[in-house]
């Protein structure tokens, strides 16, 4: 299968800071990379679609000034959590679809753990 | 609107014993079903998947079958091995033209030794 990696693996921050998790696609090109949020012991939450060179797409309810989606190469795209709260804490996770497989199987990043004191 | 459910949330059982997780969907319209195994603080990994051209498929110890009339689909998972436990998440996506999943709300695996 196709391998998503991220980083940073877990990040510790002050509120109030911005935070950058990066998401790559290392064997393949994705066009297209989604992030999701996880809350313990509960399933994952999409946020948002990423868009290889145009804006990304946010899900309802998901503020899009606060949680900034670049994608600005076909291997690379990025979450930055704006101003950093203690509710933001979570587990933060990418994955990008592997088109060469038919029906564009989507395979995860490792994610990664937010948390802001 | 589109919802995947799935049962049981928790389940426990002997090693060497079968596993089996349900999930059923909203959406006759969603035509790939993939079956992602999540371990602790990690990223879920795929595990199988089924199409809704295919009623079944078996890797090894793991099989899937779906029942399109009933929208419900299974996962089942033979032999069991301690290396299973984990969570289970079951997802379905939609026809060609978005790679949305929708996914189930997790099965916690505990695998006796």
């Known amino acids: 299968g196709a391998v998503v990696s991220q980083h940073p693996s877990w990040v510790i921050c002050k509120s109030g800071t911005s935070v950058k998790i990066e998401c790559r696609s290392l064997d393949f090109q994705a066009t297209t990379m989604f992030w999701y949020r996880q809350f313990p012991k509960q399933s994952l939450m999409l946020m948002a679609t990423s868009n290889e060179g145009s804006k990304a797409t946010y899900e309802q309810g998901v503020e899009k000034d606060k949680f900034l989606i670049n994608h600005a190469s076909l291997t690379l795209s990025t979450l930055t959590v704006t101003s950093a709260h203690p509710e933001d804490s979570s587990f933060y996770i990418c994955?990008?679809?592997?088109?060469?497989?038919?029906?564009?199987?989507?395979?995860f990043g490792p994610g990664t753990r937010l948390t802001v004191l | 609107g589109e919802n995947v459910e799935q049962h049981p949330s928790t389940l426990s059982v002997q090693e060497g014993d079968s596993a089996v997780i349900k999930c059923t969907y909203s959406d006759s319209a969603s035509n790939y079903f993939p079956w992602y195994k999540q371990e602790l603080g990690k990223g879920p990994q795929l595990i199988i998947d089924i199409r809704s051209n295919v009623g079944e498929k078996k890797d090894q110890r793991i099989a899937v079958t779906l029942n399109k009339t009933a929208k419900h689909f299974s996962l089942h998972i033979t032999e069991t091995q301690p290396e299973d436990s984990a969570v289970y998440f079951c997802a379905a996506r939609r026809g060609l033209g978005t790679y949305k999943y929708i996914f189930g709300t997790g099965t916690r695996l505990k695998v006796l030794a």
């Open positions: 994955s990008a679809p592997f088109r060469a497989e038919p029906g564009d199987t989507q395979y």
